[in-house]
């Protein structure tokens, strides 16, 4: 059975009784992330659907509050409306998971989703600044505010993003969005091995030329970007935004100093639009469902080593976001969830999530990173204070 | 010396022992580590909220994360109170001792571990000084963003307890969006790493969470943070108008446009004249109100910005717009606002508030808060982050005098509460420590103050890490 409260109040109600009975809750909004972490053994679900809309947006201050349940596709409707963004790039799970439905804003933060530009602008985490949410005893808590700036108390609303429903119901978020870039253009650097993007993207990096977007399309999936319209070769893509003069000038500087690292072309500001989104969408593996799809963060130079790494012992195929840092590796057949753990520690240390798979072998397979004892028991712990019964999603995120 | 602001009562179990604990803090740590001489403890007892002091147990100034985890692994197992402790440059109180407490000093881990330019972070002990990491990386064409005024003397492992911002975090984020990993001791000793050069947690954002959670949750040791290329050109723009409110309009405006300078200062005219006395930065002086706007970039892309500015700045009337000539110029400008506290504190004892409001309750804010204080007889001079809405009103009083003190005080915790009411919070940057510990019931309900304080019970059981800060001393959770 769903639950599908109007109202925080009706939302309240319902975990308190689900505690008194000990009943188990998943937590969703649109379902369109449904298959992310570990399998839920949920006795009921507990949809924020019921609360939707947008409560209060003040583009001249950058802030909006809306409702869990809200589609994101009504939020990005009334913020393009006012010329703004949410500036971490939300990716859409639904290509890449086979999913359907509507995503929800509050599903977005309790999952902490972002994209391409998460590694220079901040994390879904990082423009959250408040949030209303029901604890597990019931109880309606609100944390943070609706400033940019604010050290007054413990930070909930970090921990309560990311937290994929197993701390509390959110009802409600205020978050912090951006202007539209006014123009955007993509650098690209053709027929660079793995190692050498990772080196050139890094000189990239350091330039005093804001790139705001990093990737690496390895020869296996390019062609499957754009409608298979990129130049001949690998393609390194370096993405710069902003005021039409000035990106104009960081252009010819970027492409300049790229210029003897390989052959340089431009994408503009459609194809440059269109070129993010779907490498935030992870497009080249969308559609693929019985093949494990696993999202790696790793520190930039370490990306290209792992895949190195892996692709000596195991059938993978991987591009790489955020300098390098963020891999997108599509296995073969096995998720080889050991092998990758193990080289992810070999090499510094980073987290491993299985997005995708099918259910057989999301069975089998931790979802999340497992943490070290002393880290996983707090995390317990503070499961516990904040869901005594233990009725969130119980067992979705390892150790939690 | 004020009173107003309760402590909690000793523990006389832990004082009565003192000796026997001095001595086994000896044996942990070598001779130069350890402070405990009556007379060497009082550099100890106050931060730079100086209003509030309090000698405590002993000093221990550990120079490794063994010897800050034996430390903490004893007062754990004798029930011994720890107060973390930086630079001691809080300005709320955060990092004052209480009788029954050993001060755990992070002065001497300052070694710069490691700077990594490929992927663009440092790795230091968290006694570094915040300036010292942007001098170590400047080489290599970095900086670190997060730039408090307190830069010079303040600490890294300072900085990530309260999740400080600074000047220039309008574009770059405070803190916590510039850190990406931390090692620390839990209260019994045990030593944790969260995060590392990689983005986001795996499971719950534990990293997100010590940050700004004022030494209540553990001890960080080293910390790896976020570095940014340094920008081609920076250029500080002084902007003069009749009235604060002119200004606070223009700011709201300024945002509201979709221009994101890296940086808007706002000073009224007390401020710019304390200021402007003890720097000769070039401050208009016949002005009642100026803004330090900074954009960065190429020279055509602050071209671009300044232009919109300074139309935005024609609509409200201002008076002067002035942009530095050269980088000596740019300095001083820069000199005369991060040194404005300092400056303040040569001509008045003062106590500096730190709310943020919502940009579009700028004008009113300040207008209330010049009608609070001077119903209370006092002066204040506003000098502050207005990007952002992080409000610094300096209420000059006389320390020797206990009445205006007391109404210092009073006057304080009005704005405060204004900052509330208007939509806003107590502390955007300087923490709540003892200061503002009384006033979350104003921010906070019952259930949203206890739900953070089951939290930080899931770190500390028994209440000993910073004990007397941030959570109302009653309604506490029974340790």
Known sequence: M?????????????????????TRLAICGGNTRSGFGNPVAGDETLSSR??????DYEPAEMVMTARAGTPVAEIEAALAAKAQV????????????????????????????????????????????GIRFVNGSGEIIRAGGRVMKNVTGLDLVKLLAGSHGTLGLITEVTFRVLPVPQTAVTILVSGLDDAAASRVMAVAMAMPVEVSGAAHLPQSVKGRFLGGALPEGEATVLRLEGLEASVAVRADKLAAAMAPFGPVSRLAAEESRRLWQEIRDVMPYAGVAHKPLWRVSVAPSAGHQLVAALR?????????????GLVWMQMEADPEAALLRRYIKALGGGH?????????VRAMTPAFEPQPDAVAALSARIKEKLDPAGIFGPGKMAGA | MSDAIKFLEPRQAVVSRRPAIVEDLAELLPPECL???????VPFETDAFVAYRRLPLAVALPKTTEQVAAVMKYCHRYGVPVVPRGAGTSLSGGAIPQEDAVVLGLSKMSQIIEVDPANRTATVQAGVTNLSISDAVSPEGFFYAPDPSSQLACTIGGNIGMNSGGAHCLKYGVTTNNLLGVKMVLVDGTVIELGGKHLDAAGYDLLGLVCGSEGQLGIVTEATVRLIAKPEGARPVLFGFDTSEQAGACVADIIGSGIIPVAIEFMDKPAIEICEAFAQAGYPLDVGALLIVEVEGSEAEMEAMLKSIVEI???HGVRTVRESQSAMEAALIWKGRKSAFGATGRISDYICMDGTVPLGKLPYVLEKTSEIVERFGLRVANVFHAGDGNMHPLILFNANDPEDAARAEEAGNEILKLCVDAGGCLTGEHGVGIEKRDL???QYSDADLNQQMAVRSAFDAGWLLNPSKVFPLEGRPAA
Do not use: C, K
């Open chain 2, 313 to 315: 700045a024609s609509r």
């Open chain 1, 50 to 55: 019921g609360l939707s809309g947008i409560v």
């Open chain 1, 352 to 360: 491993a999530t299985l997005v995708r798979a099918p259910e057989r």
């Open chain 1, 86 to 129: 949410m500036a971490f790039e939300p990716m859409d799970h639904r290509p890449a998971m086979g999913t359907s439905g509507e995503p929800t804003i509050g599903g977005v933060f309790a999952a902490n989703v972002s994209g391409p530009r998460r590694f220079v602008a901040g994390a879904a985490r990082d423009s959250l600044l």
């Open chain 2, 440 to 442: 979350m019931r104003h």
């Open chain 2, 35 to 41: 402070v405990h001489e009556p007379r060497e403890l």
């Open chain 1, 2 to 22: 769903t639950f599908v409260p109007h109202s925080e109040a009706d939302a309240a109600y319902v975990i308190r009784n689900a505690a008194a009975r000990g």
């Open chain 1, 312 to 324: 000596l012992e195991a059938g993978i195929d991987a591009f790489y976001d955020w300098q390098g």
